[in-house]
């Protein structure tokens, strides 16, 4: 019998079995070879002076990348420590591989059948600029009867989707009042103009600036109602007029509009350059002030972050340890059904209803049995509300169009998207996809507390510009800086500064100087969806970090902070008078006016909903990449149309009835 090791040996003999682990080594401390961590499917064990030693190994790391198998031997290198951690498992490269191709070929296919149907037709664009023609002549002529001399000479300038390049069919026009005078009553003339000349027209005052919403044929009901609103200024005096035109502030930063139907129309493409959802008071109605502390039901969605905003910028439940649905009043609920030739799907919308507070009166403090309260269950937050007496609807009544007043900043943006056009024809045929999926998933109306048409046009930007590799177009904004013979102007304190050369820029672009990208469109829009359905910290990839990020087009990366622009929290300010609401759930940087949210008018059940889209055509997309896109998914389709339910469980009756379907 030999005799036991010294501890110096001992200890030599150790650290070189847990180094090395190898069958060689393990003979030598005088014990027989162990199976491999293939053949055995316990935890690894060497053994050493006739003991069993499990091989430890990071829980964590087993959890992320699976069991960790025994290092193998390298040489006679024994100095060095080993690393417990092996490479990520990653998938087999021709699975992933054909599934991404599976998913391009996808959206490549959906795109090409609906472009044809979005892209305005020239015919459309020429009958738009007709009716603009006609009212520019009208109304000139009218001031140059009431005002005489004092007539200053005004012009309509389109400006929006119709001049950058973005309309789609039925979309709204876009017009800037530009005039050598402006003098207080002009808005109220122009109005009584348009009426007196058949069409319909309705001035919204208690907005940032004044706005005319502007119908070609109005049907009669529309009309006598607008007359009569017109008729009931004509007679008030002076000081109402006053009161009646500025109102309380507080009044309209929460919407007594709505009531009275002073609200904006977000329609399919309005509001291209933002104007109507930042300049109306509808958007920031009492009722989506109110809904902005609901909490939302979520979807759940396989491998992705789930939930909307983290608790920094939502309202979190109280009882975690209680399931979101069960701390929900369940007085009403909201369905959306999607609709296309081959499917129907119902499907939840994310929504909360809250009861409204009790007051102290109905809680009785004498012996007997006190009632139990009455609470009035708020009503459910719908993507598309019910139109008010005095909005256009969507169809049947012409060209419709919205003046604006003392606007310059509109033209400049206008201009700034246009050029991005020019640089690559992708950019405009994926901006069009984007805004028609939006508008059919019911998320593209900054009425209704989600986001407007400019806000994904500056998305579909950002990612061309800063995440595609390489970028589809260049930073028109930064590229200016660097050309030596451009200058900056100055409008309305704001400096505006780009690359605006059309001309340049398409030729340039016919001889492919502007861009090294040659991928089709399918792979740009699995890319799109892909960024924004993941945040940034969750997928190996990257994606968007929705609750600390900012988008900002004319930024170096196109991304900042929260934190660094002080968009932390909802904030109340004043804006010529008018006391507007900004909210940071979703944050996009204007190009030009630095200190303005493009997002502010998505609330909380707004930002659930839009994200919850990007993570539904995510699914939908893995689904496809899986199955193909024979199999139909229990998603559906990523086009389908949302139409909404309402209804009350108790009685089996509807609430609102059926919401109205969006373009097809």
Same mark, same amino acid.
């Given at each position: 019998?030999?005799?036991?090791?010294?501890?110096?040996?001992?200890?030599?003999?150790?650290?070189?079995?847990?180094?090395?682990?190898?069958?060689?080594?393990?003979?030598?401390?005088?014990?027989?070879?162990?199976?491999?961590?293939?053949?055995?499917?316990?935890?690894?064990?060497?053994?050493?002076?006739?003991?069993?030693?499990?091989?430890?190994? *990071?829980?964590?790391?087993?959890?992320?990348?699976?069991?960790?198998?025994?290092?193998?031997?390298?040489? !006679?290198?024994?100095?060095?420590?080993?690393?417990?951690?092996?490479?990520?498992?990653?998938?087999?490269?021709?699975?992933?591989?054909?599934?991404?191709?599976?998913?391009?070929?996808?959206?490549?296919?959906?795109?090409?059948?609906?472009?044809?149907?979005?892209?305005?037709?020239?015919?459309?664009?020429?009958?738009?600029?007709?009716?603009?023609?006609?009212?520019?002549?009208?109304?000139?002529?009218?001031?140059?009867?009431?005002?005489?001399?004092?007539?200053?000479?005004?012009?309509?300038?389109?400006?929006?989707?119709?001049?950058?390049?973005?309309?789609?069919?039925?979309?709204?026009?876009?017009?800037?009042?530009?005039?050598?005078?402006?003098?207080?009553?002009?808005?109220?003339?122009?109005?009584?103009?348009?009426?007196?000349?058949?069409?319909?027209?309705?001035?919204?005052?208690?907005?940032?600036?004044?706005?005319?919403?502007?119908?070609?044929?109005?049907?009669?009901?529309?009309?006598?109602?607008?007359?009569?609103?017109?008729?009931?200024?004509?007679?008030?005096?002076?000081?109402?007029?006053?009161?009646?035109?500025?109102?309380?502030?507080?009044?309209?930063?929460?919407?007594?509009?709505?009531?009275?139907?002073?609200?904006?129309?977000?329609?399919?493409?309005?509001?291209?350059?933002?104007?109507?959802?930042?300049?109306?008071?509808?958007?920031?109605?009492?009722?989506?002030?109110?809904?902005?502390?609901?909490?939302?039901?979520?979807?759940?969605?396989?491998?992705?972050?789930?939930?909307?905003?983290?608790?920094?910028?939502?309202?979190?439940?109280?009882?975690?340890?209680?399931?979101?649905?069960?701390?929900?009043?369940?007085?009403?609920?909201?369905?959306?059904?999607?609709?296309?030739?081959?499917?129907? *799907?119902?499907?939840?919308?994310?929504?909360?209803?809250?009861?409204?507070?009790?007051?102290?009166?109905?809680?009785?403090?004498?012996?007997?049995?006190?009632?139990?309260?009455?609470?009035?269950?708020?009503?459910?937050?719908?993507?598309?509300?019910?139109?008010?007496?005095?909005?256009?609807?969507?169809?049947?009544?012409?060209?419709?169009?919205?003046? !604006?007043?003392? !606007?310059?900043?509109?033209?400049?943006?206008?201009?700034?998207?246009?050029?991005?056009?020019?640089?690559?024809?992708?950019?405009?045929?994926?901006?069009?996809?984007?805004?028609?999926?939006?508008?059919?998933? *019911?998320?593209?109306?900054?009425?209704?507390?989600?986001?407007?048409?400019?806000?994904?046009?500056?998305?579909?930007?950002?990612?061309?510009?800063?995440?595609?590799?390489?970028?589809?177009?260049? !930073?028109?904004?930064?590229?200016?800086?660097?050309?030596?013979?451009?200058?900056?102007?100055?409008?309305?304190?704001?400096?505006?500064?780009?690359?605006?050369?059309?001309?340049?820029?398409?030729?340039?672009?016919?001889?492919?100087?502007?861009?090294?990208?040659?991928?089709?469109?399918?792979?740009?829009?699995?890319?799109?969806?892909?960024?924004?359905?993941?945040?940034?910290?969750?997928?190996?990839?990257?994606?968007?970090?929705?609750?600390?990020?900012?988008?900002?087009?004319?930024?170096?990366?196109?991304?900042?902070?929260?934190?660094?622009?002080?968009?932390?929290?909802?904030?109340?300010?004043?804006?010529?008078?008018?006391?507007?609401?900004?909210?940071?759930?979703?944050?996009?940087?204007?190009?030009?006016?630095?200190?303005?949210?493009?997002?502010?008018?998505?609330?909380?059940?707004?930002?659930?909903?839009?994200?919850?889209?990007?993570?539904?055509?995510?699914?939908?997309?893995?689904?496809?990449?899986?199955?193909?896109?024979?199999?139909?998914?229990?998603?559906?389709?990523?086009?389908?149309?949302?139409?909404?339910?309402?209804?009350?469980?108790?009685?089996?009756?509807?609430?609102?009835?059926?919401?109205?379907?969006?373009?097809?």
């Amino acid at each position: 019998m030999s005799a036991p090791p010294q501890n110096g040996e001992l200890e030599t003999r150790l650290r070189n079995l847990i180094v090395t682990n190898s069958p060689a080594a393990m003979s030598s401390a005088g014990a027989s070879p162990q199976p491999s961590a293939a053949s055995n499917p316990q935890v690894p064990q060497v053994v050493v002076a006739g003991r069993r030693v499990p091989q430890k190994y *990071k829980k964590f790391d087993e959890w992320q990348r699976g069991p960790t198998h025994p290092p193998q031997p390298r040489g !006679n290198h024994t100095s060095a420590a080993p690393s417990q951690f092996q490479p990520l498992q990653r998938p087999n490269q021709h699975s992933f591989n054909q599934s991404f191709t599976t998913q391009c070929q996808y959206l490549e296919v959906q795109a090409q059948r609906m472009l044809p149907q979005i892209e305005m037709r020239p015919k459309e664009f020429i009958m738009k600029d007709s009716f603009r023609s006609h009212l520019e002549r009208s109304i000139q002529a009218a001031l140059q009867v009431q005002l005489a001399a004092d007539a200053p000479n005004i012009s309509l300038a389109c400006f929006g989707s119709l001049a950058s390049g973005f309309g789609m069919p039925g979309s709204d026009m876009d017009l800037a009042l530009l005039s050598s005078a402006m003098p207080p009553e002009l808005p109220r003339i122009i109005e009584k103009v348009i009426l007196d000349m058949g069409h319909g027209a309705h001035l919204l005052t208690r907005t940032r600036v004044p706005i005319i919403k502007v119908c070609e044929s109005p049907t009669p009901e529309l009309y006598q109602a607008l007359r009569e609103e017109r008729q009931k200024w004509d007679d008030m005096s002076p000081e109402e007029r006053d009161q009646h035109d500025k109102g309380t502030k507080q009044e309209e930063a929460t919407g007594d509009a709505v009531k009275s139907g002073l609200q904006t129309r977000d329609g399919a493409d309005n509001d291209e350059t933002e104007q109507s959802s930042r300049h109306s008071g509808g958007a920031d109605t009492k009722q989506n002030l109110q809904q902005t502390d609901a909490i939302p039901t979520m979807t759940p969605d396989d491998g992705m972050i789930k939930g909307g905003p983290d608790e920094s910028d939502l309202k979190e439940t109280k009882n975690p340890s209680q399931p979101i649905d069960s701390q929900l009043p369940s007085t009403t609920s909201a369905q959306t059904t999607t609709h296309d030739s081959t499917t129907s *799907k119902t499907l939840p919308v994310n929504m909360a209803l809250q009861p409204a507070p009790v007051s102290e009166n109905s809680i009785s403090t004498s012996d007997t049995k006190p009632k139990a309260p009455t609470s009035k269950p708020r009503r459910p937050w719908l993507r598309e509300r019910k139109l008010g007496p005095l909005d256009f609807p969507k169809d049947g009544v012409g060209i419709q169009c919205d003046i !604006n007043f003392s !606007n310059p900043l509109g033209l400049h943006n206008t201009t700034l998207l246009r050029c991005y056009s020019r640089c690559d024809v992708r950019v405009r045929l994926m901006i069009l996809f984007i805004k028609s999926w939006a508008s059919r998933r *019911k998320i593209n109306s900054a009425r209704n507390g989600t986001l407007s048409s400019y806000g994904y046009v500056l998305m579909v930007l950002h990612y061309l510009i800063n995440i595609a590799q390489p970028p589809v177009c260049p !930073n028109l904004q930064l590229a200016a800086q660097r050309q030596q013979n451009s200058t900056a102007t100055v409008v309305d304190g704001r400096v505006v500064h780009f690359w605006r050369n059309e001309a340049e820029i398409e030729q340039l672009a016919a001889k492919g100087m502007l861009t090294h990208n040659r991928q089709p469109l399918g792979v740009l829009l699995q890319g799109f969806f892909h960024y924004f359905a993941h945040q940034s910290y969750d997928s190996p990839k990257g994606g968007f970090a929705w609750t600390k990020e900012v988008l900002s087009l004319h930024s170096a990366g196109g991304v900042l902070t929260k934190a660094e622009k002080g968009w932390t929290g909802a904030k109340n300010i004043t804006v010529h008078d008018v006391q507007v609401t900004n909210r940071y759930l979703f944050a996009i940087e204007d190009p030009f006016e630095l200190d303005h949210n493009v997002a502010r008018t998505v609330t909380h059940p707004g930002i659930v909903a839009i994200r919850d889209e990007f993570r539904r055509a995510w699914r939908i997309l893995q689904w496809v990449g899986r199955a193909g896109s024979d199999t139909p998914s229990h998603d559906g389709e990523l086009m389908d149309v949302v139409v909404e339910e309402v209804y009350d469980p108790e009685i089996g009756k509807g609430l609102e009835g059926e919401g109205k379907e969006v373009e097809k």
